[in-house]
């Protein structure tokens, strides 16, 4: 059975699963990249829109951090040595205690096949890099204003 997306296979995002499964009352996200430059570049962009964000740059201990951690959403790199985003994903979506967060991978991998194996792995989006940060900041700020029904926060994008 395949998900079908009304994104165009072009687009920089994709989302396969509704953003309400990763519902939370925090604002915490997990970068997850090898190339540490980029990963605390995100982890700035991020804490500077008001998440509490946390970079990681080997993926071997990324599953037992979120499970202490919790974050809301784990923003991972598909493309990393030893234990890759692919594996990283089965291995959270396998743990009770992680297989509620959102899933994002953030990766220069992003050929049709590409995108239908991080989809198969677990993730609930794919944002193909260069990341165009607009696009992934929208996702996670559309996560955290969602309410326990499933609609977004009437108070989101009033100021």
């Known amino acids: 059975m395949s998900a079908r997306t009304n994104l165009l296979e072009s687009d920089d995002e994709l989302q ?3 953003i309400g499964k990763a519902l ?13 430059e980029a990963a605390d570049a995100l982890q700035l962009l991020l804490s500077a829109n008001g ?7 080997e993926a ?10 919790q974050p809301f959403a784990v923003v991972l790199d598909i493309a990393m040595p030893g234990l890759d985003g692919l594996e990283l994903a089965r291995r959270l979506r396998a743990t009770l ?11 220069g991998y992003a050929s049709q096949r590409d995108r239908e194996r991080a989809r198969e792995a677990g993730f609930d989006a ?20 969602m309410s326990a029904d499933g609609r977004t926060d009437a108070n989101e994008g009033k100021h």
């Open 60 to 69: 071997f201990d990324v599953c037992s951090i979120a499970a202490q951690w």
């Open 51 to 57: 998440f509490e964000c946390r970079a990681m740059h």
């Open 126 to 145: 794919h944002c193909a890099k260069p990341l165009t940060p607009q696009r992934l900041l929208a996702l996670l700020k559309k996560a955290v204003s």
């Open 24 to 36: 939370a009352d925090h604002r915490r996200v997990l970068v997850v990249d090898d190339y540490a």
């Open 97 to 107: 205690s992680t297989s509620h967060m959102l899933l994002i991978a953030c990766t």
């Open 16 to 18: 396969w699963r509704p």
